[in-house]
């Protein structure tokens, strides 16, 4: 299959050369000027074109510019992205496609997707991996990051593709669309899937207006709804998961997955009620599905106020030059912390002189801070949060000699009874019973401290802290950061998002 070649020869393609055609500094001109640069035959091998018979293939240079095009101003779908290749004449500049073609169909710019997905031949790494890669070296060879600069890692919020429902509308348009990718699979009219799977609703226009009589208010008539749904998906997934052999096999694993979603939803959405009904679960896991058409999306939070839908984006960069050095995409749901040593490992493979990278709390645990020492890096963050609730004594506030293995609270009362970790390091500490009696603080550290019986009974208060993992390092960095020259120096540093 040989690759599509284009001279620009008409009057109408020379204007796509023009230099007011594209302004300076835009993505679209420096695609149009450097994507002998930005784009290395090496990096597409495997793609269409390698071939020297068979149908002409799209260019991958000209793929790879249209996809980053899409996403250079928010995000479009494929199909928005080639329609507007097909009218715009900075991107047609951008991509060095004559007026007399065609842009690419959706079909082959998600098969450069899926492509760029895979494996390097040689490196056994995604394309998308080494491309990213490619371009971050490009921007330090050419001296963006400065002799100073000041790495920092955050996270911020990314949107799922897909639209976040509630429950009834992710039953209702899952079962939509189920449908939908059932007919075309059978080749059979929509209708026919409606009769068969005698619902109506199939054929609506959208979930919303077929319930739109429902008074919602009405815990009798939620549950009606529900229980109409839920009938219906159990006799829609057996169907098709009976019938999948019976379709072209690239259709399967589509159908599947929505059966498997829709299944989902039903288990961890809905329960029964007392008199046999269905309702929706009040508390429901942060990791439930919140979109049929992008299952990975979940809710959680940025901060204690405001609630995201959808993933991450972790970055690790400079705050002076604004190079990001990695990147990494998760669920929402997922740690920031978890995230710190897979971008130190990337970044360090880029510039290997990073030794101190500032965060937020969110990579100040002890674990992050250990595992990045072990590659050479030292993370800047503030501590996490100490164990004081209210009024009461938390564990900070009893001092600890670790090397007697000796732990003394506020009131003077030592004990040396601990239980230790493999390491040697201890555990917890145990006070001998009585020994609280004369202690001044008493009150105040013997709270939710009873243990039960076997009967059922609560016991005698009993005097234990269960301590950190590294508890003595904890101490070490709650110390550092407790020094307010430490506070004043890391407010000076440029906070930049991700």
Request: glycine fraction near 8%.
């Amino acid at each position: 299959m040989p690759v599509k070649s284009f001279s620009l020869l008409s009057f109408e393609d020379l204007v796509l050369l023009r230099d007011d055609l594209v302004e300076p500094g835009t993505m679209s001109w420096l695609l149009r000027e450097h994507a002998s640069l930005l784009f290395p035959g090496w990096l597409f091998a495997g793609w269409k074109g390698d071939e020297s018979v068979g149908r002409k293939a799209w260019p991958a240079r000209l793929l790879m510019a249209l996809l980053l095009l899409r996403h250079s101003e928010a995000g479009q779908t494929r199909v928005g992205a080639i329609r507007r290749a097909a009218t715009d004449a900075a991107w047609r500049a951008a991509l060095r496609l004559p007026w007399s073609e065609k842009p690419p169909t959706e079909k082959t710019l998600r098969e450069f997707e899926a492509f760029l997905k895979e494996n390097h031949p040689d490196i056994e790494r995604p394309r998308y991996e080494l491309g990213f890669e490619h371009w971050t070296r490009l921007c330090r060879d050419a001296g963006l990051v400065g002799e100073a600069p000041v790495w920092v890692a955050d996270s911020t919020p990314m949107w799922c593709f897909g639209a976040v429902l509630g429950t009834v509308r992710l039953l209702g348009d899952g079962l939509r669309s189920l449908a939908q990718l059932w007919a075309s699979a059978r080749k059979v009219a929509l209708r026919t899937v409606a009769l068969e799977w005698d619902s109506l609703l199939l054929i609506a226009k959208s979930t919303k207006g077929f319930f739109e009589g429902t008074d919602w208010s009405d815990m009798e008539a939620r549950s009606t709804v529900l229980a109409e749904l839920v009938s219906t998906v159990a006799l829609a997934t057996e169907q098709v998961l009976a019938g999948l052999l019976t379709v072209r096999s690239n259709k399967r694993k589509r159908l599947a997955r929505r059966c498997k979603n829709l299944l989902r939803v039903v288990e961890e959405d809905l329960e029964a009620t007392e008199d046999g009904g269905l309702r929706v679960r009040q508390r429901r896991s942060a990791k439930r599905l919140i979109s049929v058409t992008d299952p990975d999306a979940q809710h959680f939070r940025k901060s204690a106020s405001k609630v995201c839908s959808g993933f991450k984006i972790h970055a690790l960069g400079d705050a002076v030059s604004g190079l990001v050095l990695a990147l990494s995409v998760t669920p929402g749901g997922v740690h920031d912390s978890t995230q710190m040593v897979p971008l130190l490992e990337r970044a360090k493979a880029l510039r290997v002189d990073i030794e101190e990278v500032l965060a937020d709390t969110a990579y100040g645990g002890m674990e992050t801070r250990n595992a990045a020492r072990e590659i050479g890096v030292e993370v800047v963050a503030p501590p996490v949060r100490n164990s004081r609730k209210g009024d009461g004594l938390g564990r900070e506030d009893f001092a600890i000699d670790f090397e007697a293995q000796v732990m003394t609270c506020p009131g003077g009362v030592s004990t040396s009874r601990c239980t230790s970790f493999e390491n040697g390091r201890p555990r917890s500490f145990t006070w001998a019973k009585g020994s609280e009696s004369g202690c001044s603080c008493r009150e105040s550290c013997l709270v939710h401290k009873t243990r039960p019986r076997k009967d059922g009974s609560l016991g005698p208060p009993r005097r234990r802290i269960v301590l950190h993992p590294d508890e003595e390092g904890l101490r070490a960095v709650r110390a550092e950061w407790a020094n307010p020259r430490r506070e004043l120096a890391t407010a000076a540093v440029p906070r930049v998002s991700a």
